[in-house]
Structures are given as C-alpha cells and as structure tokens.
C-alpha cells in the first residue's frame, strides 16, 4: 500500500473553506438557538398552562430525534408536504437551531429554577428593587451555573455539524469526502479530516474544562 499525503496539500484550500463553513455554521447556529431557549425557558416557566404545553411539547420533540433524522426530514420531507424548498446550508441552519434550541431551553430552565427564592426575597428585603434584585443576585448566579454546560453544549454542536454532510452542505466533513471520491485517497482525506476536526475541537475541549473548574457550582 502506498500512501499520497500531497493530496492534502493540494486540495488545502477546499479544506480550509470547508473548515470555515463548519464554525460558522457553529456559531450562526448558537446565535439563533440562545434566544430560541431563553424563549422556550421562559414559556416553560411562565405562569399560562397552554405556553408551558407548547414549551415541553417543542422540547421533547426535538430532544429525543436523532439529529440525522430532523436533517433529513427538514431537506426531504417538507419540501414535499409543505412546496417550501429550502437551500442544503439552510435547511442545516434550520435544523441545527431547532435542535439546539431544545437543549438550550432545558439549560436556561434549569439556571433559573437553581436560585432559591430566598435569595430574591434577601435582595428585596435589602432595599433593592425587583429589577435590581434580579440583574444583581439571580442572573449572575445563574449564568455561572449554566456557563459550564453550555460550554459543553457548544462542543457537541460544533462535532455534530459533520451530519449536515449528508445533504451536500460543504462544511469540512463534506469536502473532505468530496476530495476523497475525486483522488481515491481515503486514508489520507480521513486522516487529514480527523486532524482538522482535532486541532480545532482540542482548544475547545481545554476551555470547557477550565469553564467547569472555574465556574463549576457544588454545593
């Protein structure tokens, strides 16, 4: 067996792009999907019945379907029940914050609900007002609960934009496999993809680590 790693330096830039497109995919997806789960944490919450059906019916939809599924329901499947045909990188989009969305809602939810009352009712008795109370003593305490799981959050997204692969949007798992079909060299176009998705994802990795020593609650 003989092996071709010059193909990695020939297509470098197809891979690079590809590299691109997938943190910008992760990131255009996280800026839709945190307000998507305040959104749906706050309906969960909130005092109305039928907001909070809604809510749990939404997240517990799209929590427990595999993500490959909605990808390709959203790309096959509602194009033909709807007339509505959405391009591969956005129907990636859609289906990424849908998903994402879901979660995020559980952890914003599970931030708020974290703060003992009390703590309100310390900060009112102290001669704050509400607002104060809130923007001083409970939100930042709840972001720092939730900070070290949306951390994790944010690998995971960032490794499971390699399904949207399979409905041509050409993040980096996407051209690494196209290159692979083009030179035949699959060792080396998997090879070099891993190390990719490696040297980018290890960082990531670190910081969420530091994320939870840092800002991780026990009690």
Known sequence: MTF???VIWTHW????????????LTVLTMLLAVPGGIV??????????????????FVEFFRNLPLILVIYWAFYVMPM???????????????LVLNISAYNAETFRAGINSIRKGQMEAALAMGMSRHQAMFKVVIPQAVRRILPVFASTWVSLFKDTSLVSVIAVGELAYSAMQIRAQTFRV???????AAIYWLMGYPQAKLVDWIHRKYGVRE
């Open 40 to 57: 749906l944490a706050l309906m969960r919450i909130a005092p109305n019945r039928w907001m909070q059906r809604a809510a749990l019916c």
């Open 13 to 24: 830039q197809a891979l690079l792009g590809g590299a691109a497109l997938t943190v910008g």
């Open 4 to 6: 071709d790693w010059s």
């Open 187 to 193: 060792l080396e176009m998997l090879t070099a993809m």
């Open 81 to 95: 029940a709807t007339g509505l045909q959405l391009s591969p990188l956005l129907t990636a989009l859609v289906a």
